[in-house]
Nanobody, 126 residues
Framework: VQLQASGGGLVQPGGSLRLSCAAS????????MGWFRQAPGKEREFVAA????????AYEDSVKGRFTISADKAKNTVYLQMNSLKPDDTAVYYC????????????????????WGQGTLVTVSS
């Protein structure tokens, strides 16, 4: 199983970026994909997730209304559209996947995901 993330970069405050993560080597059965981030000196934290079976989505409070997670199930790819970016959004963003059997209450949990991408750096700075 491989997760390939892309789309990070340098953007000014208020700008937008779109992250992508393609999963290969696995088949989703009531699984999910999510995005987490880790800022320098901080622990990894949940950002957003989407459950494959019913498109249930979850967001961390600080990104609600600014970030949108979506999925192209035919391509096993998840996207994170990030708008109105702030310096506090600066971090390495990791995509994660669990192919089978995730419950809604677990979407935000790092431990719920079996597979992780390599991370893509997002820097928000003027």
């Amino acid at each position: 199983v491989q997760l390939q993330a892309s789309g990070g970069g340098l953007v000014q405050p208020g700008g937008s970026l779109r992250l992508s993560c393609a999963a290969s080597g696995g088949t989703f059965s009531n699984g999910a994909m999510g995005w987490f981030r880790q800022a320098p000196g901080k622990e990894r934290e949940f950002v957003a997730a989407i459950r494959w079976s019913d498109n249930t989505k979850a967001y961390e409070d600080s990104v609600k209304g600014r970030f949108t997670i979506s999925a192209d199930k035919a391509k096993n790819t998840v996207y994170l559209q990030m708008n109105s970016l702030k310096p506090d959004d600066t971090a390495v963003y990791y995509c994660a996947a669990k192919f089978r059997g995730i419950i809604i209450s677990s979407l935000r949990l790092i431990a719920a995901y079996n597979y992780w991408g390599q991370g893509t750096l997002v820097t928000v700075s003027s």
